[in-house]
């Protein structure tokens, strides 16, 4: 065998499938794509690889359906009962109340979406200038106690040192104007 031979690794198209199936489902979990964006794609590849032909429709399925398992909250597997599905609603096998347990689950699915990711907060940027402005603004125009209000006490809380320091320096100054 050459070097060139050894080098050269082929990905083998099913394990390629099984974990562009697992990344999908996880970007499903957390509300990338909706659940007929996921499948649909990854059936799509499946065809386009031949996969099809190679274990069939039903393994396919299996594949997929193993994937998304740990990220479905509609079913739960009790080992104890020979494997067989409990909802995780109601927690009967088989469910008390589909329909019910049904809108729990796309109303959780719909929170789950909704919910914004974290934005961190940069210090890297300076306060802006109207930030800064608006503020010296309600103290000029309401005095020192326009500090404690509510929206004042919001931008205060996105200043940085430099620019609380400049608040802290412009106020004296107006203190100073207000006091002649």
């Given at each position: 065998m050459t070097a060139a031979a050894t080098a050269v690794k082929c990905v083998d198209s099913l394990d390629a499938f099984i974990e562009r199936a697992s990344a999908r489902?996880?970007?499903?979990?957390?509300?990338?794509?909706?659940?007929?964006?996921?499948?649909?794609?990854?059936?799509?590849?499946?065809?386009?690889d031949g996969l099809n032909d190679l274990i069939g429709v039903d393994g396919i399925q299996r594949i997929l359906?193993?994937?998304?398992?740990?990220?479905?909250?509609?079913?739960l597997e009790d080992s104890t009962n020979d494997g067989e599905r409990f909802c995780n609603i109601c927690f009967v096998a088989p469910c008390f109340t589909p329909g019910f347990c049904n809108l729990c689950r796309e109303d959780e699915?719909?929170?789950?979406?909704?919910?914004?990711?974290?934005?961190?907060?940069?210090?890297?940027?300076?306060?802006?200038?109207?930030?800064?402005?608006?503020?010296?603004?309600?103290?000029?125009?309401?005095?020192?106690?326009a500090l404690h209000e509510?929206?004042?006490?919001?931008?205060?809380?996105?200043?940085?040192?430099?620019?609380?320091?400049?608040?802290?320096?412009?106020?004296r100054t107006l203190g100073g104007e207000n006091a002649s």
């Open positions: 489902a996880y970007l499903w979990s957390i509300g990338e794509y909706e659940l007929h964006e996921a499948v649909d794609q990854l059936e799509a590849d499946a065809e386009r359906s193993e994937a998304f398992a740990p990220y479905r909250c509609d079913v699915a719909r929170r789950r979406r909704q919910v914004p990711p974290p934005t961190p907060k940069s210090k890297e940027r300076p306060t802006p200038r109207t930030t800064i402005e608006a503020i010296i603004w309600c103290v000029r125009e309401r005095g020192p106690q509510t929206a004042n006490i919001d931008r205060l809380s996105r200043c940085d040192e430099a620019a609380i320091a400049e608040i802290d320096r412009r106020m």
